[in-house]
């Protein structure tokens, strides 16, 4: 580490070398903001109540409350319909509630499948279990999407704290139109990814014995293919509203194409730039980007947790408030609940929701799914609910730690995070 962050002056140039693809936009969609499980899940289920086809879902946490409930009986009754059913979930994300959901879905022909299962004590010790299925994607008959951070668990219930009495702050999209079809192949990809670690040798058997091996081959290789987006610059001006790019990270050729995304966007924000994550440990060249932004004159808000779920992550950002403060970045700190939204809006046309956070986890590691819109309607949309969520946060203050105390915290952090990402095998410098 070459300072007390861990980060290395040179840290830039590694996005645009890992950033093979560029975010490819699409014209003529749809795209509607939803606020939280009690807009996204009704609108899940009348989409999934009309399936014909294909249903597939993608996500972290599958909790057994009554949200997970009634979305289980949804699949089940479509999948009894005769609607191809879909679901993966993260080992680690839905650990707790695996046995509860392969019981429900026991006896009927949803296909679960277990990104990087841990229900042993070696699995542990299997390389990449650090990098997890982080996603939120939902893909009804190739017609219409969900994107977001949104996992299937009730708003007011929190996996550490247990109820809440204010549901916490989060967002998801419904999209339609052309931006559909990157969505689905993402989901189509993890799930088969997924499945094939569990029935990977039948795979094999059948395309050895196939006929037509290669053929066989092809089509699997196509299942397993994430979407990628462009190696060049487009003019998006030049689509059909309303324009749209579904974003991807993943531990391949798009690890940095997320990341970059924001960074582009901030570096070429001239008015404001609003952003919401729960969890912000961003590297050099990302910090640099809202530094430099500040510093021309654009007005730079950060809204982050106030009410804290996980300690590390907040003494993480808390470390940097001095720097961000000192630069003239406004920090502010969410009150009324758990913050769990992964939103951002640039100069009123830029805006993205999804599910990654601003951290080494969700930069780096874990596979996460964004949409970036750029539509004045939509950017205002999302920039109504950013001042509403405002009103009702606080100013955040520099650490009264300051000294040697306040050096030494911040180096544990940075030692930590540096540790992490080594033992979790992220190449480059953060």
């Not at 959901?101 to 010790?125: C, H, K, N, T, Y």
């Not at 990809?189 to 997924?194: D, G, H, I, L, S």
């Not at 570096?267 to 050099?284: K, Q, S």
Request: glycine share 8%.
């Amino acid at each position: 580490m070459s300072n007390w962050l861990g980060i290395e002056p040179d840290a830039e140039p590694l996005i645009h070398r890992h950033a093979a693809s560029l975010p490819e936009f699409l014209g003529g969609n749809e795209v509607r903001l939803l606020r939280g499980g009690d807009e996204l899940f009704p609108a899940q289920a009348a989409a999934i109540a009309t399936a014909r086809h294909e249903v597939w879902l993608a996500t972290y946490i599958f909790h057994h409350d009554a949200a997970g409930a009634v979305l289980v009986e949804q699949l089940r009754a479509a999948a009894a319909r005769g609607v191809r059913v879909r679901v993966v979930v993260d080992g680690f994300g839905s650990k707790a509630s695996l046995d509860w959901l392969r019981e429900q879905l026991e006896g009927s022909q949803v296909a679960l499948a277990v990104f990087r299962p841990i229900d042993r004590w070696w699995r542990w010790l299997q390389p990449g279990q650090l990098r997890r299925l982080h996603q939120k994607l939902c893909v009804v008959d190739g017609v219409e999407a969900f994107v977001g951070g949104i996992n299937i668990i009730d708003d007011r219930v929190d996996l550490n704290h247990g109820p809440t009495d204010t549901p916490r702050l989060d967002f998801a999209v419904a999209l339609r139109g052309p931006v559909v079809q990157p969505v689905e192949q993402s989901a189509r990809a993890v799930w088969t990814r997924a499945w094939l670690g569990r029935d990977f040798g039948e795979e094999l058997l059948a395309l050895v014995r196939s006929r037509e091996p290669m053929s066989r081959l092809r089509g699997l290789l196509r299942r397993v293919r994430l979407p990628r987006g462009k190696r060049r610059d487009q003019q998006w001006q030049d689509l059909p509203p309303v324009c749209a790019a579904f974003v991807l990270r993943d531990n391949l050729r798009q690890r940095r194409m997320i990341e970059r995304a924001y960074i582009d966007a901030i570096r070429t924000a001239r008015e404001r730039i609003d952003l919401i994550t729960p969890y912000f440990y961003p590297g050099h060249a990302f910090r640099r980007a809202l530094r430099d932004a500040a510093r021309r004159g654009v007005r730079v808000r950060l809204l982050l947790q106030g009410k804290v779920d996980y300690r590390i992550a907040a003494m993480a950002a808390h470390a940097l408030y001095a720097e961000l403060l000192g630069h003239g970045v406004q920090v502010f700190e969410y009150l009324p609940a758990y913050l769990h939204a992964k939103v951002c809006v640039v100069d009123g046309a830029w805006a993205t929701v999804g599910s990654s956070n601003i951290d080494p986890l969700s930069l780096l590691l874990n596979l996460e799914a964004n949409v970036i819109v750029r539509d004045a309607d939509f950017a205002r949309s999302l920039a109504d609910e950013f001042e509403a969520a405002l009103l009702v946060s606080q100013p955040a203050g520099v650490s009264s730690e300051t000294g040697l105390r306040g050096f030494l915290k911040r180096a544990l952090v940075a030692w930590m995070a540096y540790v992490y990402l080594r033992v979790a095998g992220a190449t480059g410098r953060y």
